[in-house]
């Protein structure tokens, strides 16, 4: 499947990048820069200084606010940010806090569009669908006219692939592959474990939803940016210097690990684009989902608790995941590694002046004293193994032959192995679990594991409202159920497929949900302006 999704995501990646950096731009000068001047009323409304108890809604601003912040500070803040760096460099943070900055104008006028077009649903016998539901496919078919509605269909579709995968299988992805890496158990009971937690807490609806997410967000959160916050403290020499990088890398890439090369900045762009949109998910139009069940009837309310998203999530977690990876410096480095051949985290590639090219398996690499032969070499996160070995210490190089059909090596002497040993560098979480380590032993990995666990858990079980939402668009009532059910298997095929596969799929459903989403913020963008206009004034 790699081939075809990186085609197609390759095609679609430029449009995402216009669409979305366009839209933030437009809508921040249309509406007044409303992120800089409106941010204190933000934080206002979420400590409950406008609440209305009696209005009309499912839950509070600040169950709404961390229901939302649950699903966007997630496996993005820890694994997104180390994929970034690894494919990107340290300039694709810069563009990770654009698309933030940005993003916050646009969270605000989706929310408030969301409030404004919401419907009321009729509950089942227990009430776990919640009594309101809001979101772009309103948005798009009410504000627009019913000649969209067949966007707002694609939309919601696309919605509920995105919290599939996005949402949830990547999610169970990230959680597994770590606790394979830390523990050695084994993806599938990782899975089976997650996916039955995930299943009680969404069987209960939205408003079991925001009880759980109110106290796992904050404390999630918390715990997250304290252990960070000691790394940098050890670490304070180089904050300066790993600030310094992002700033000169984002505009002239020259150390890249997998992805970038002297002069390669589109690939630095997208890759903080592509990251920071998943961390945040502005534009995406998943939280107006969630921020739609808020209590409240003044639609403006709910878009400025929507704007502090982007800042929380990007410009103050996702930061401190990225400043942690530099200053510890272990983005550049290899560690000792099994090399398991049939494990996911294994391809296959071609160096060129810039970049490893993942291409397809030859039928055999040949290997003289662990150094690979010929061009394509075996890699581990898309960067070749210098030196192969056959015992864990690494004493014994290895001389033979893979044959990547079978997912086996085979020595001189005619032995068949299934892994290998050697020096590579790492990806995704356990590169930034290895980053904490580095700074604070086992208490690190202590920190980066837990919070692997509450975020991945905890976004899964906000997506799973956002789908839900999607699924009683498209098919009423009588879908909530089987979306439920199909919803938590999904969380365990999530845990067992490959990380680049499942990252590619989340990658798919993102731009195909937020091209339409954000056209139709450009063209709602002036009922927006006037609901701010009209509110401000009143305040």
Avoid at 91 to 97: K, S, T
Avoid at 378 to 392: C, F, M, R, T
Avoid at 432 to 442: C, I, K, N, S, V
Avoid at 488 to 500: C, D, P, Y
């Amino acid at each position: 499947m790699e081939p075809l999704l990186d085609q197609i995501n390759g095609w679609l990646e430029n449009i995402l990048m216009i669409t979305l950096l366009g839209t933030g731009l437009w809508l921040t000068f249309r509406l007044g820069f409303v992120q800089f001047r409106r941010f204190k009323h933000g934080i206002d409304v979420v400590r409950g200084k406008y609440d209305d108890p009696n209005a009309e809604g499912d839950v509070t601003h600040f169950q709404a606010l961390t229901t939302a912040l649950s699903a966007t500070v997630g496996i993005g803040n820890i694994a997104g940010v180390a994929i970034a760096i690894h494919w990107g460099g340290p300039g694709a943070i810069f563009w990770m806090w654009v698309t933030a900055i940005l993003g916050m104008a646009t969270k605000f006028t989706e929310v408030t569009l969301a409030q404004h077009y919401r419907v009321g649903t009729p509950a089942n016998k227990n009430n776990t669908s919640g009594t309101v539901s809001g979101g772009p496919m309103y948005y798009i078919e009410l504000g627009l006219g019913k000649r969209w509605k067949p966007v707002a269909m694609f939309f919601a579709g696309a919605l509920i692939v995105m919290a599939m995968i996005s949402g949830n299988a990547i999610q169970a992805n990230t959680l597994a592959d770590l606790v394979q890496t830390v523990f050695g158990v084994p993806t599938w009971m990782t899975g089976c474990l997650t996916a039955a937690i995930v299943g009680l807490v969404i069987i209960g609806g939205i408003s079991r939803i925001g009880k759980v997410t109110s106290i796992l967000a904050p404390s999630m959160a918390g715990l997250y940016v304290f252990g960070g916050l000691l790394v940098l403290i050890f670490n304070y020499s180089l904050i300066i210097p790993s600030l310094s990088m992002i700033l000169t890398e984002a505009f002239n890439p020259t150390a890249g690990v997998a992805g970038t090369g002297v002069g390669v900045f589109m690939q630095t762009l997208l890759w903080g684009v592509r990251r920071g949109l998943f961390s945040n998910e502005a534009g995406q139009g998943s939280a107006p989902i969630a921020h739609s069940a808020a209590k409240t009837d003044q639609p403006v309310s709910e878009g400025v608790v929507a704007l502090l998203e982007p800042f929380i999530d990007t410009l103050v977690i996702c930061t401190i995941t990225a400043m942690v990876i530099l200053t510890t410096g272990v983005w550049q480095e290899r560690t000792p590694t099994t090399i398991v051949l049939n494990a996911g985290d294994l391809n296959y590639v071609e160096a060129s002046a810039t970049a490893y090219n993942p291409v397809t398996a030859p039928a055999t690499i040949e290997i003289r004293d662990g150094m690979q032969q010929g061009s394509i070499h075996l890699s581990w996160h898309e960067v070749a193994v210098q030196k192969l070995y056959i015992d864990e210490k690494q004493n014994d190089l290895f001389t033979g032959k893979i044959i990547p059909a079978q997912q086996i090596a085979i020595t001189e002497d005619g032995q068949q192995l299934s892994q290998l040993y050697g020096q590579a560098v790492e990806n995704s979480a356990p590169l930034t679990m290895w980053a904490y380590q580095d700074a604070l032993g086992q208490f690190g990995v202590f920190i980066v594991l837990l919070c692997v666990i509450l975020f991945a858990i905890s976004t899964a079980i906000s997506w799973s409202y956002y789908g839900d939402r999607c699924a009683i668009y498209l098919f009423g009532q009588k879908a909530i159920l089987p979306y439920r059910l199909v919803y938590v298997l999904m969380h365990f095929v999530g845990a067992i497929l490959s990380l680049n596969v499942v990252w590619d799929l989340g990658d798919l459903a993102m731009s195909l949900g937020t091209i339409p989403n954000v056209i139709a913020l450009v063209l709602l963008s002036g009922v927006a302006r006037k609901l701010a206009k009209d509110y401000f004034k009143r305040i």
